[in-house]
């Protein structure tokens, strides 16, 4: 069975849920987190997302990132759309 990890795509900091309500757990440097609970790579799905500190940090790194990936979807659609 596989795990879904919760993960910040910009520090890579893993959202531990256990033992509190939902949303309410701490984030953690992803290597202690796995090897402290002995997860492999290979079970486990990552969910990426942004923790507060990086969201609080720099709001406008977001923005760009976000308009980068929809920019990049739409020159890779017209390149493979037949004129």
Known sequence: MKQILPICCFCEKVHDDA???AGEGLWQDMKIYTVSR???PMN??????????????DPGA???RTRM???????RDNRESPR
């Open 19 to 21: 033992r509190t309500e």
């Open 38 to 40: 002995g997860l492999r």
């Open 44 to 57: 486990t799905v990552f969910a990426y997302g942004c923790c507060p500190d990086c969201l609080t940090d």
């Open 62 to 64: 977001i923005a760009f």
């Open 69 to 75: 990936s929809q920019s990049g979807s739409s020159i």
